[in-house]
């Protein structure tokens, strides 16, 4: 009887409850302390060796929850300095500990004071100093290695970055357009952790795309996961807003908004989180355009979609930005239509190669600016 019951137990669990696991991870804090350093030895003026110390390196291919996985308990320790002897005047160093994280990791301390931001691979930085070790200014004590906590803040970098309401489309886009396999349904939410896919060009070029999980109004207070999903856009060269044509509606009760209602909300919220984000590149997906009435529905926004300026007045007061997106593109599609499907990479192709020739030349003028204050007046003009 016994067997039965822990049988119907376990069978009656849901299966589905695996998803909302929290897999991904993006924060994480840990304890670090530096290495003590060790005794000097007066009667023969003998310098102690310096405490190890705790730094971090940024790794391409690593996830927190693989550093998790490789710290038993969050606490890290370096070893402390050898004492000087009579063998050994000059104590050995301890020895430092090292800690893979991703790139795009920002340090900072218990203040939230930012410590280190490794942005790139290989990129470095030391969390923990080791004490220093006992001589004559220390009166031959090894000193205590610096102890604190320090919180590891994963932003995510891509190419690419999707941003839109639940339900739009944007995990249905990045499985149509990239290698990546997101949770695809017909209910809001189904993308509960960020998704990065690659594109792939017949050229060997690739594009990364991130796919955020749909954002709420209020997102930039901190609603539902707000904050710690709006971070990861900050990275990305190119925004892509995905709209539904039709609409959308979180709740019954919710207002249902109009897809021009739905873009000035999304530019609204960028705007309250973060003014600069407003200033990227970015471009505008209309999606679900294969369905009865898309095309009536664009007629009537499209004109105001290319200013969106012009219409503030119409648009409702709690959605009112300050100041309004300006696309690069707009682009009809449906995520289910493979030709529309290739429009869309060719189209963040041609835009991403745009904004870096704009990169090299506005670097190429920051070179030459240089090179005339270092040449001077009496100097060969450079062209």
Known sequence: MVQIFKFLLKSSKSPGRAHFRPT???????????????????????????????????????????????????????????????????GRRGVDQRIEVPVGVQVYDDQQKLIADLDEHEATCIVAGGGTGGCTATNFLGRPGENRTVNLDLKLIADVGLVGFPNAGKSTLLKAVSNAKPKIAAYPFTTIRPQIGTIEYSDLRSITVADLPGLIEGAHANFGLGHKFLKHIERTRLLVFMVDIFGFQLSPRHPHRNCLDNVYALNKELELYDPSLLEKPSVLLLNKMDKEGAHEILSKVKPVINDLGSGLEQCPEELRPKQVLKFDSIVPISAMN??????????????????????????????????RQRVGLVGPKIT
């Open 338 to 371: 493979s030709s529309k499907i290739t429009q869309v990479k060719s189209q963040l192709r041609r835009t991403l190669v745009r904004l870096a020739e704009k990169q090299f030349l506005a670097d190429e003028d920051q070179v030459k600016e240089k090179l």
């Open 24 to 90: 991904f991870l993006d924060t994480l804090r840990l304890a670090v302390r530096g290495g003590h350093g060790g005794n000097g030895l007066p009667k023969y003026g003998g310098v102690g060796g310096q405490g190890g110390c705790v730094y971090l390196v940024a790794k391409e291919g690593l996830t927190l929850r693989k550093v998790v996985q490789g710290l038993k308990d969050k606490r890290v320790a370096a070893s402390s300095g050898e004492d000087s002897s009579k063998a050994s005047i000059f």
